[in-house]
């Protein structure tokens, strides 16, 4: 009796810990493509900043180069919101609660 329940606290461990590394994966890809992302958009921001200043273009082009950079400039202000902005992740949710699943009985043990 005593072996069967110490196989399944062994099981049970075993499958949480795996749950556990799913949701740290998907956090660490989610964070790598939000990164990603981020610094796409912010070095194309700084590559029309340096067309407008420093390059010679046609009028023509500048005025395209002006309205490029004026929307460039909202697409910045998301990135920076999702930055610096509180936000509620999925996976924290999800780890919250496969945490308290785990402690239910608040001592630590399963």
Not at 27 to 43: E, G, M
Request: proline letters at 2%.
């Amino acid at each position: 009796m005593a072996e069967q329940t110490k196989t399944n606290n062994i099981n049970l461990n075993m499958e949480a810990s795996a749950k556990h590394d799913n949701i740290e994966g998907r956090r660490k890809r989610n964070w790598f493509a939000r990164y990603s992302i981020t610094l796409i958009v912010v070095l194309t921001f700084l590559g029309l900043v340096c067309l407008l200043f420093f390059a010679e273009l046609p009028d023509s082009a500048r005025d395209l180069l002006n309205i490029l950079l004026g929307a460039y400039v909202a697409v910045l202000a998301k990135a920076t919101d999702f930055w610096f902005k509180e936000k509620d992740d999925p996976e924290v949710h999800e780890a919250k609660n496969l945490h308290d699943a785990e402690h239910a009985n608040g001592n630590g043990d399963l």
